[in-house]
């Protein structure tokens, strides 16, 4: 399974960005998938999550501000964010766990830079 997460950029305080994360292959599914930040200097963190159950979780950071989606047509992870702050500026790096030929795997997508600016 490949991931290919694009949708990054700069944008000024209180704007908003849409990062999108597609995965491609041959027969998988997906499991769960995730967005993660990790910050220059500091350890990567949850930002949002939808497990196998479609329950989402979200870091306290970015609730009310980030929502998570997934579009199964298009094996499509999103996460739109809102009312950014320069504190959101990080990698942005998505997540899947896919089974193909009846292994689970996680994989991680290449990561997009999200540049805040105050």
């Known amino acids: 399974v490949q991931l290919q997460a694009s949708g990054g950029g700069l944008v000024q305080a209180g704007g908003s960005l849409r990062l999108s994360c597609t995965a491609s292959?041959?027969?998988?599914?997906?499991?769960?998938v995730g967005w993660y930040r990790q910050a220059p200097g500091k350890q990567r963190e949850l930002v949002a999550d939808i497990n196998s159950g479609a329950t989402t979780t979200y870091a306290d950071s970015v609730k009310g501000r980030f929502t998570i989606s997934r579009d199964n047509a298009k094996n499509t992870v999103y996460l739109q964010m809102n009312s950014l702050k320069p504190d959101d500026t990080a990698v942005y790096y998505c997540k899947v766990v896919a089974t193909t030929n009846r292994v689970t795997l996680m994989y991680w997508g290449q990561g997009t830079l999200v540049t805040v600016s105050s």
């Open positions: 292959g041959s027969r998988f599914n997906i499991n769960a």
